[in-house]
């Protein structure tokens, strides 16, 4: 397979995609398929009548994203990922246009459990803070054990009258409460999870808990008033407790199952941007950024060794990590692509999906990476 990807960083919405298209017909390649992360700045009226206009094909999906990445550039505009097929590869489109639907669970699990061999790669909206519980039921409905072919994140937007508006695009459709997934068919590929972040100090138990917000952890004590004595004599802006994120532990064996970001501080409750559960046990962490950067050489060099050489490699990497990485943010796809010599495509997300660490079911997840490296078959 040939894959590419280009940016763009033109201001309106109809010189960026005129310029993509310029630059893939610049390289004399008829393309088979087209993903497109665009930034929200330039709206959603418009998007697929200009990618209809300029790239004539119903081969395409798009999505919003504050940043993405072209190679290994972090870029706010559009960043393209054109991919021409060399073998028997295909994509196949799968989509669902309000996760609120009645049936939209059990088709799309239906749908996964028919396609077992396949890579699916899972680009999503926001769903108003409901695609954690959404992944954690669809985890409980697919029949097949080694789950090691889905991968995918939440689009990123603006908050718009409290509302953070995150669209998914293809054909004529503007999805705004559900997904599409693309699924690849006749490739190899593998899945890396990049943490690195180290638990510290005390496990607590979550005693009250509703949705994505924590009210009372050991003996009833109020999680509001201990995170907020943490953050004495810290500027009270919420983005510093994303460098301590709180680490869930798994029931059985005490691991990291998965991280929770802090989204908001009040007096009663403290609300994180994934769900958490009465009973779960956890610890807060600390990421330093040396040790991130460590973890994702690790990820990306125990991905090597199942594909040594891929066509291109996706990074779905959370928004709070971008904000503790601080100036060294980009140096995250530099060892991807430097490990994996191959383009890198992807952005910086409202949550990740994957696999947990054993592979044995879906998770939806925070300040992670996820990176996949995939390759058409011979």
């Given at each position: 397979m040939i894959a590419t990807v280009n940016c763009s960083k033109e201001n309106s919405l109809y010189f960026a995609l005129k310029e993509l298209k310029e630059k893939v017909s610049n390289l004399k390649t008829n393309f088979d398929f087209f993903i497109f992360a665009i930034h929200p700045k330039y709206g959603y009226e418009d998007v697929t009548y200009f990618i209809n206009k300029f790239f004539k094909t119903d081969n395409w999906i798009a999505f919003h994203a504050l940043d993405a990445f072209s190679n290994t550039e972090i870029v706010e505009g559009i960043s393209l990922l054109s991919l021409k097929f060399e073998k028997n590869g295909r994509i196949g489109k799968f989509l669902v246009e309000n996760i609120e639907e009645q049936s939209a669970l059990e088709r799309t699990a239906d749908y996964l459990n028919r396609n077992t061999g396949k890579l699916h790669l899972i680009f999503s909206g926001l769903c108003e803070h409901n695609m954690g519980y959404f992944i954690e039921n669809l985890s409980n409905l697919l029949n097949y054990s080694y789950v090691n072919n889905i991968i995918?994140?939440?689009?990123?937007?603006?908050?718009?009258?409290?509302?953070?508006?995150?669209?998914?695009?293809?054909?004529?459709?503007?999805?705004?409460?559900?997904?599409?997934?693309?699924?690849?068919?006749?490739?190899?590929?593998?899945?890396?999870?990049?943490?690195?972040?180290?638990?510290?100090?005390?496990?607590?138990?979550?005693?009250?808990?509703?949705?994505?917000?924590?009210?009372?952890?050991?003996d009833g004590k109020n999680f509001s008033y201990l995170v907020q004595n943490l953050m004495k004599g810290v500027e009270n802006d919420v983005r510093n407790l994303w460098y301590s994120p709180i680490n869930i532990l798994d029931e059985k064996d005490g691991y990291v199952a998965t991280m929770r970001t802090f989204?908001?501080?009040?007096?009663?409750?403290?609300?994180?941007?994934?769900?958490?559960?009465?009973?779960?046990?956890?610890?807060?962490?600390?990421?330093?950024?040396?040790?991130?950067?460590?973890?994702?050489?690790?990820?990306?060099?125990?991905?090597?060794?199942?594909?040594?050489?891929?066509?291109?490699?996706?990074?779905?990497?959370?928004?709070?990590?971008?904000?503790?990485?601080?100036?060294?943010?980009?140096?995250?796809?530099?060892?991807?692509?430097?490990?994996?010599?191959?383009?890198?495509?992807?952005?910086?997300?409202?949550?990740?999906?994957?696999?947990?660490?054993?592979?044995?079911?879906?998770k939806f997840y925070n300040q992670t990476s996820l990176l996949v490296a995939l390759r058409e078959k011979q």
């Open positions: 995918g994140g939440l689009s990123s937007g603006f908050e718009n009258d409290g509302e953070v508006l995150t669209y998914q695009f293809t054909e004529n459709k503007v999805i705004k409460n559900g997904f599409v997934i693309l699924s690849f068919d006749n490739f190899d590929f593998e899945i890396g999870i990049s943490l690195g972040f180290r638990p510290y100090g005390i496990a607590y138990t979550i005693e009250d808990a509703s949705g994505y917000r924590i009210y009372k952890t050991d989204r908001k501080v009040e007096k009663d409750y403290v609300e994180f941007y994934g769900p958490v559960k009465k009973g779960q046990k956890f610890k807060f962490s600390y990421g330093d950024k040396d040790e991130i950067l460590e973890e994702d050489r690790r990820v990306a060099l125990k991905v090597k060794k199942s594909i040594r050489y891929p066509d291109v490699i996706l990074n779905f990497s959370c928004t709070a990590r971008q904000f503790v990485l601080e100036d060294l943010n980009y140096v995250e796809n530099e060892i991807y692509t430097q490990v994996l010599n191959a383009p890198l495509f992807g952005f910086f997300t409202y949550g990740e999906i994957g696999p947990d660490k054993f592979f044995k079911s879906l």
